[in-house]
């Protein structure tokens, strides 16, 4: 168990429409990433959060936003929903924001556009 | 041309063999590197992390980076069955504080 903890399992939803992922991060840790991880592309950084500020983008599509709360849980929103959206989504989180800060992983979410 | 380039596999090996998992990189700027595991189902788990060029061991891993010829890899002696999984190389480049993941190499123990 890497301590962090990602919530729904599964989504299954409709094209256009919107759902909420939410990430707690392991005890202590300031920094959360997310990432895609689909079949052709692999896993792909989206964006991280540290200690409530945006750190850093990836390749966060402009339909995607996320934040960091004051109790460092985060949440991912994805909007306008499309078939190509269907992948796993994970969160991550480590202590800082450094090379040497390795990141551990939740199992993610899965999403399923019908 | 992928800064992180890995087999994806499907790689086979019988149980006690010793497997040798490997990525290559183009960006000389990536210093840490990481190997995770992730069995079906699951999220990436760290198993390996390195910072200079060598050999690191933990048990039954050892990580090896070359940083002069952008290799690194992964051996795995007396694998297991519970070894099957895809593993998934990583590394940060200097002044960022992202991962770069290659897509991973599915191994396959059989008993």
């Known amino acids: 168990d890497s301590g962090v903890t990602q919530t729904p399992k599964h989504l299954i939803t409709a094209t256009g429409q919107r759902v909420t992922l939410r990430c707690s991060p392991r005890?202590?840790?300031?920094?959360v990433y997310w990432y895609q991880q689909s079949l052709d592309q692999g896993l792909q950084f989206l964006i991280q959060?540290?200690?409530?500020?945006?750190?850093a983008k990836g390749n966060i599509l402009e339909r995607f936003s996320a934040q960091q709360f004051p109790d460092l849980h985060s949440e991912l929103n994805l909007s306008s929903l499309e078939l190509g959206d269907s992948a796993l989504y994970f969160c991550?989180?480590?202590?800082?924001?450094?090379?040497?800060?390795?990141?551990?992983f939740g199992d993610g979410t899965r999403l399923s556009i019908l | 041309q992928k800064e992180v380039e890995q087999d994806p596999g499907p790689l086979s090996v019988p149980e006690g063999a010793i497997v040798s998992l490997n990525c290559t990189y183009s960006?000389?700027?990536?210093?840490?590197f990481m190997w995770y595991r992730q069995y079906s189902r699951k999220g990436p788990e760290l198993l390996m992390y390195?910072?200079?060029?060598g050999n690191k061991e933990d048990g039954r891993f050892t990580a090896q980076v070359d940083k002069s010829s952008k290799y690194i890899s992964l051996f795995i002696r007396d694998s297991q069955p519970s070894d099957s999984a895809t593993y998934l190389c990583?590394?940060?480049?200097?002044?960022?504080?992202?991962?770069?993941f290659g897509k991973g190499t599915m191994l396959l123990v059989s008993p």
């Open positions: 960006n000389s700027a990536f210093q840490y």
């Open positions: 390195t910072y200079s060029s």
């Open positions: 990583a590394m940060y480049r200097s002044g960022y504080s992202t991962l770069t």
């Open positions: 959060y540290y200690n409530g500020e945006e750190r």
């Open positions: 005890s202590g840790d300031l920094s």
């Open positions: 991550a989180s480590s202590v800082g924001t450094g090379g040497d800060q390795p990141q551990h």
